[in-house]
């Protein structure tokens, strides 16, 4: 009979992908974030601060509305931004602030 640590070894590993798979995308969202951040202040803190994405009376509703909304404002100042930079600040903006479900 093999001991018993052989027959556990297997699901271990399959257990450490699983958490694997469930971290990473959290990792990496984070960074992106991270991108964003440094971004916006770079590009968006000259007409507003912050407390444009608190006001009670926002604008900006929905992810796809805050989507069309980076996008726009990133075009609009010529930010020169990438499709995965204009990502980055959406990320953080919903991250830090508008707090949308990702999985709509
Ligand atoms: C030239 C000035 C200017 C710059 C630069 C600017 N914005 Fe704006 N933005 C505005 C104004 C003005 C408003 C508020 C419009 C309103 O009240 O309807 C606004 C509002 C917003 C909103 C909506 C806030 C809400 O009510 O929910 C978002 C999101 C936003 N800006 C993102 C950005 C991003 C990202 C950048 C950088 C790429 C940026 N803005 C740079 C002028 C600017």
Redesign the pocket.
């Known amino acids: 009979m093999s001991p018993i640590s052989t027959q556990i070894a297997p699901l271990f590993r399959t257990m450490n992908r699983v958490l694997l798979l469930l971290v990473l995308p959290g990792l990496f969202s984070a960074q992106a974030a991270a991108n964003g951040k440094i971004l ?1 202040s770079q ?2 803190m ?3 601060k912050l407390e ?2 608190q ?1 009670g ?4 509703k929905t992810l796809a509305a ?1 989507k069309a ?2 996008s726009g ?2 075009r ?2 010529r ?1 020169g ?1 990438s499709a995965q930079q204009v990502q980055q ?1 959406i990320d953080y ?1 919903n991250r830090s602030f ?1 707090k949308f479900s990702v999985y709509q």
């Open positions: 916006h590009k968006c000259s007409c507003h444009v994405y006001r009376n926002r604008k900006v805050l909304r980076v404002c990133a609009m100042n930010t931004w600040v903006l508008y």
